[in-house]
């Protein structure tokens, strides 16, 4: 089983609708997760981190953090050709490290 | 803020020869970077952290004789990959923990490296 899971996709969405991502992982004592985007070619960029039970909006982007069922999530709300790109959920494992998961690959058509 | 940076941003060399990646962390202090390698359509597999002023931890299965990482100064780390070989081509991507802010890690623009 992996610590970290994600549909790869492609995802595909209509521009203006809502993307929902999921991710589960595997350690029910990991505590933070974090959400980074990726476009194709490049370094991944930081879209926001949830610590805590429940949802956490920053903009667009809503993460949701369910502890008891081992997953997270994050929306983004109307969707733009720009936001195709690859999202890779990722938790924090002892002190310093990131455990990945493959990513899911959103496609948003006009 | 939080601006990494790396060099090169692409390199080939030949099988059998060195590359050394440089990461620098420009506007913070960074005791912690980290070392990712990604092979295409895959997720980023962590290959040592580099820890200011003592040697690196790698992870299972990384060689350490091969994957030589120094971490000199609160702003530089490097990864040099000895006798390269074709397998080892890959995107190499470093981030580092700003010390003074939380635990977000801010990575570097990554190094594509391929290996004839």
């Known amino acids: 089983q992996k610590e970290v899971e994600q549909n790869s996709g492609p995802l595909s969405v209509p521009e203006g609708a809502i993307a929902s991502l999921n991710c589960t992982y595997s350690d029910r004592g990991s505590q933070s997760f974090f959400w980074y985007r990726q476009y194709s070619g490049k370094s991944p960029e930081l879209i926001m981190f949830?610590?805590?039970?429940g949802d956490k909006e920053d903009g667009r982007f809503t993460a949701q953090l369910n502890k008891a069922s081992q997953y997270v999530s994050l929306l983004i709300r109307d969707s733009q050709p720009s936001d195709s790109a690859t999202y890779l959920c990722?938790?924090?494992?002892?002190?310093?490290?990131?455990?990945f998961g493959a990513g899911t690959r959103l496609a948003v058509h006009p | 803020g939080a601006v990494v940076s790396q060099h090169p941003s692409w390199v080939i060399c030949k099988s059998g020869t060195s590359v050394k990646i440089e990461c620098r962390s420009l506007d913070f202090q960074a005791t912690t970077m980290f070392w990712y390698r990604q092979f295409p359509k895959q997720s980023l597999m962590l290959m040592a952290t580099s820890n200011e002023g003592s040697k690196a931890t790698y992870e299972q299965g990384v060689e350490k004789d091969k994957f030589l990482i120094n971490h000199a100064s609160l702003t530089l780390s490097t990864l040099t990959v000895t006798s390269a070989h074709p397998e080892d081509s890959s995107f190499y991507i470093c981030?580092?923990?700003?010390?003074?802010?939380?635990?977000?890690?801010?990575f570097g623009p990554g190094t594509r490296l391929t290996v004839t």
């Open positions: 949830i610590y805590s039970n």
């Open positions: 990722a938790r924090k494992s002892g002190y310093n490290k990131l455990i």
């Open positions: 981030s580092a923990r700003d010390q003074g802010v939380g635990f977000e890690q801010y």
